[in-house]
């Protein structure tokens, strides 16, 4: 009579391991790669949202005819700012602001016009 055996042996054992750490690698990296992709997302809204204000306080003085001081850093960014009138148009300006970090940079544009 043949005994038959009971339980897993070493090969099903070590198969079944290597499968299980194959998918912890693939969600390892996966987690590491959106926190990543998160911090990334965060910075450049950071950035956004400073180049806005910035926008929004040069609309400000321009339309009520203030003098405008500039902020070149904020919060370890490098901010430029620029304006041009329109030659086309009457009292309307351009404004273009260019938040820089050490690796990336966004830019942003809006038109206003003095009262």
């Known amino acids: 009579m043949i005994k038959k055996r009971e339980g897993f042996i070493l090969v099903e054992s070590i198969i079944s391991i290597s499968i299980i750490g194959i998918s912890m690698y693939i969600i390892a990296t996966t987690l590491q790669n959106s926190n990543g992709l998160v911090s990334c997302s965060n910075k450049k809204f950071e950035m956004l949202e400073i180049a806005r204000k910035n926008i929004e306080?040069?609309?400000l003085h321009i339309e009520n005819d203030e003098e405008i001081a500039y902020e070149n850093n904020e919060k370890g960014y490098k901010i430029k700012t620029t304006i041009e009138e329109e030659k086309d148009y009457y009292n309307c300006y351009k404004?273009?602001?260019?938040?820089?970090?050490?690796?990336?940079?966004?830019?942003?544009?809006?038109?206003?016009?003095?009262?």
């Open 57 to 59: 306080y040069t609309k």
């Open 95 to 115: 404004i273009e602001v260019i938040v820089q970090s050490d690796y990336d940079s966004i830019n942003l544009m809006s038109y206003v016009t003095k009262k």
